[in-house]
């Protein structure tokens, strides 16, 4: 089993979609989650850390479900420029630096 | 813009080359790190320097040496490559002491083995 996975996709949605990215990671000691955002051919950047209790941030929502170890992304009214690879990221166990990258979901948004 | 630069963007190099990456963070962090993206694949941490001291090393083969002579640089040495590492190079920076370890990363160095 993967350390994090992730549905590769692509998903395409329409302007205005609200889409969702789904996440399952294998070790059940991991502290610290994230998503980041990477556009093609450039660098990820953090898009948000998830804490327990869930978080939002303007359009986004993450949520973190330690019990089934899976972690979730919510993208409201998307945006063209939301067109992206999200990627999952979690620590390993018992290494705040280590982190585990998933592959990534890619998204399209269509006008 | 992240803070964090890399050069050169883009490097070609033959299996017999030597050549070096270089890393530069203007964040203040302590702690900086390699990872190499290949195509259709996670990215996969290389090195971990922690106060410049180099504190994790993922079974990385020899032919890549890494330097961290202080907290705002990082360098990776390249020698003798095989054209399987040709990849995507990403540096990035964290500030230890935090459980939620964001990391920033620089734009990367394509690589290409020949």
């Known amino acids: 089993r993967k350390e994090v996975e992730q549905d590769p996709g692509p998903f395409n949605v329409p302007e205005g979609a609200t889409v969702a990215f789904n996440c399952t990671y294998s070790n059940s000691a991991s502290q610290s989650f994230f998503w980041y955002r990477q556009d093609c051919r450039k660098e990820p950047k953090l898009l948000m850390s998830v804490y327990s209790s869930g978080n939002e941030d303007g359009r986004f929502t993450a949520q973190l479900n330690r019990a089934s170890q899976y972690i979730s992304l919510l993208i409201r009214d998307s945006k063209l420029s939301d067109s992206a690879t999200y990627l999952c990221v979690v620590n390993r166990e018992g290494s705040a630096r280590q982190l585990t990258f998933g592959s990534g979901t890619q998204l399209t948004v269509l006008p | 813009e992240t803070g964090v630069t890399q050069t050169p963007r883009h490097l070609v190099m033959g299996m017999t080359n030597k050549k070096s990456l270089k890393c530069e963070q203007h964040?203040?962090?302590?702690?900086m790190y390699w990872y190499k993206q290949s195509a259709k694949k996670p990215l996969e941490l290389m090195f971990v320097?922690?106060?410049?001291?180099?504190?994790e090393n993922n079974s990385v083969p020899s032919r890549f040496s890494p330097e961290c002579p202080n907290s705002s640089h990082l360098f990776l040495h390249l020698h003798t490559l095989q054209p399987e590492d040709s990849a995507l190079y990403l540096c990035?920076?964290?500030?230890?002491?935090?459980?939620?370890?964001?990391?920033?990363f620089g734009p990367g160095t394509r690589l290409t083995v020949l």
């Open positions: 320097y922690s106060l410049e001291e180099r504190v």
């Open positions: 964040l203040g962090h302590n702690a």
């Open positions: 990035a920076s964290s500030q230890e002491e935090q459980v939620y370890n964001e990391q920033f």
